[in-house]
């Protein structure tokens, strides 16, 4: 007797991840230049071609897989690669957040305790730098810089209402696809990109804020490097979410997606999620504790 075997679509060779590292390069060399202040007006323009870039191949190599998937070319096993890819996919996420948040933990933890003259070390402020008090966050840099925390009240508390709400949003889309119920899913998702471009939209009014009246800057020592850090890289997936769950939003208005097939949404919501937890955890560790 002949063994069945099931059939497992290779896709063609296809020029989006290529375009994809491009993107990335030209985001990451723009953003450096930015920050750094060199090259005049160039770090900005590489920095908005990036960005172009990589909406470019999102939505090119988004286009692709749907077109497959609609032609019937993949199978259950190409299924279960498509749910573990994008598992590992948040997994390597929560990593790459980690490492920062750990960042925060050495220097608060250790770091500034240390230089405090906590332990064995009673006199390396004293010969390190004087005037140094080991409390959290600090707001005098070596140089002499001040700086103004910023507080959890206001933009910091708003935001985080707005997230919540966008996660409820999310969900309620999903369960509104399993009752095949087209416009509460059209509705439900299109709030939820609504609430992400807001998010986005008041966090840049808070770094114009810290910028301007708190002379909270990225250079304004450790606290300045890690709350722009994680909250800048943290505004970074935002987008890219936003920009998922807008081409969700799109398809659905396309007639796409069923309860049966909708790993493309099921994908998106599991990232929104995931940023969602990832600013709750900011919330915490960078602006009230």
């Known amino acids: 007797m002949a063994v069945k075997t099931e059939k497992y679509y290779v896709p063609a060779q296809s020029p989006w991840p290529i375009v994809g590292a491009v993107g990335l390069f030209l985001l990451a060399s723009g953003a450096g230049m930015w920050a750094a202040g060199i090259a005049g007006i160039a770090g900005p323009v590489v920095f908005a071609a990036g960005t172009l870039v990589m909406t470019v191949m999102l939505f090119g190599w988004f286009s692709n897989v749907i077109s497959e998937s609609h032609q019937g070319l993949y199978s259950e096993q190409m299924d279960r690669s498509f749910r573990q890819g994008m598992t590992w996919f948040i997994f390597s996420e929560v990593m790459f957040f980690g490492a920062f948040f750990g960042a925060l933990f050495y220097a608060r933890i250790l770091a500034v305790p240390w230089l405090g003259g906590a332990g064995n070390n009673a006199m390396t402020h004293e010969v390190l730098w004087p005037q140094f008090q080991p409390i959290w966050p600090l707001l005098t840099t070596p140089g002499g810089m001040e700086t103004t925390a910023m507080g959890w009240l206001g933009l910091p508390l708003i935001n985080t209402v707005i997230l919540l709400?966008?996660?409820?949003?999310?969900?309620?889309?999903?369960?509104?696809?399993?009752?095949?119920?087209?416009?509460?899913?059209?509705?439900?998702?299109?709030?939820?990109?609504?609430?992400?471009?807001?998010?986005?939209?008041?966090?840049?009014?808070?770094?114009?804020?810290?910028?301007?009246?708190?002379?909270?800057?990225?250079?304004?020592?450790?606290?300045?490097?890690?709350?722009?850090?994680?909250?800048?890289?943290?505004?970074?997936?935002?987008?890219?979410?936003?920009?998922?769950?807008?081409?969700?939003?799109?398809?659905?208005?396309?007639?796409?997606?069923?309860?049966?097939?909708h790993f493309g949404f099921q994908a998106s919501s599991w990232y929104w999620h995931f940023v969602d937890v990832v600013w709750l955890c900011l919330f915490v560790f960078v602006y009230i504790l």
């Open 165 to 261: 709400t966008s996660s409820v949003t999310a969900h309620l889309a999903h369960l509104a696809l399993l009752q095949e119920q087209r416009d509460r899913i059209k509705a439900w998702l299109g709030a939820t990109v609504l609430l992400g471009v807001l998010f986005l939209a008041l966090q840049i009014w808070e770094y114009v804020h810290a910028y301007q009246d708190l002379g909270l800057r990225l250079d304004s020592g450790i606290y300045g490097n890690t709350f722009f850090l994680l909250t800048g890289f943290h505004g970074a997936h935002v987008t890219l979410g936003t920009l998922m769950l807008f081409i969700m939003w799109l398809r659905v208005n396309k007639g796409h997606f069923t309860p049966a097939q």
